[in-house]
T-cell receptor, first 111, second 115 residues
Framework: GDSVTQMEGPVTLSEEAFLTINCTYTATGYPSLFWYVQYPGEGLQLLLKATKADDKGSNKGFEATYRKETTSFHLEKGSVQVSDSAVYFCALRSSARQLTFGSGTQLTVLP | DGGITQSPKYLFRKEGQNVTLSCEQNLNHDAMYWYRQDPGQGLRLIYYSQIVNDFQKGDIAEGYSVSREKKESFPLTVTSAQKNPTAFYLC??????????????FGPGTRLLVL
């Protein structure tokens, strides 16, 4: 079945540091890939997505590239801010029509 | 404003009681979903509905029930058969399922606690 493996957290960085959160997946066919962000006590917000190989999703300074050869969709940001502190979820959607989520990575950015 | 609303924000359940969580969307989306989130874990699918008057079980449907009588509403009932209902419940919707690539949009969630 489909599965998503995310980098274990928590991750703690200083403001303006470079961020990478690793995400790899297993799926049949050609899934769409997503990163969602969850701020404390809130629902999930779509951060970015990519629907085919080599696509790059980007939003708010975050980027992720759909790498079919390595089955990866790593999230990156060049310079994090305190306001980026949240839980980040990698997810995929295949022909099964439902989202499969990773376990989430807690990010804390210190001033 | 278009969006997904969930109510209440917090819900308390007594032993043996059924409770219903509300989810409403005004995005004109065909598909709706219910997920359960436990601390430190990802989301698990409870039920989903692709169209009015139709719904399917997800990975953890036991102890839950749903209805989809209107396009904009997808209430979730947590029954007394659900022995460990304490969790954060998230409702989502998407425009449709054709091609399986539509993005899901999430509501703010309901936190259910057992007294």
């Amino acid at each position: 079945g489909d599965s998503v493996t995310q980098m274990e957290g928590p991750v703690t960085l200083s403001e303006e540091a470079f961020l990478t959160i690793n995400c790899t997946y297993t799926a049949t066919g050609y899934p769409s890939l997503f990163w969602y962000v969850q701020y404390p006590g809130e629902g999930l917000q779509l951060l970015l997505k990519a629907t085919k190989a080599d696509d790059k999703g980007s939003n708010k300074g975050f980027e992720a590239t759909y790498r079919k050869e390595t089955t990866s969709f790593h999230l990156e940001k060049g310079s994090v801010q305190v306001s980026d502190s949240a839980v980040y979820f990698c997810a995929l959607r295949s022909s099964a029509r439902q989202l499969t989520f990773g376990s989430g990575t807690q990010l804390t950015v210190l001033p | 404003d278009g969006g997904i609303t969930q109510s209440p924000k917090y819900l308390f359940r007594k032993e043996g009681q059924n409770v219903t969580l509300s989810c409403e969307q005004n995005l004109n989306h065909d598909a709706m979903y219910w997920y359960r989130q436990d601390p430190g874990q990802g989301l698990r699918l409870i039920y989903y509905s692709q169209i009015v008057n139709d719904f399917q079980k997800g990975d953890i449907a036991e102890g839950y029930s749903v209805s989809r009588e209107k396009k904009e509403s997808f209430p979730l009932t947590v029954t007394s058969a659900q022995k460990n209902p304490t969790a954060f419940y998230l409702c989502a919707s998407s425009p449709g399922v054709a091609g399986g690539r539509e993005t899901q949009y999430f509501g703010p969630g309901t936190r259910l606690l057992v007294l």
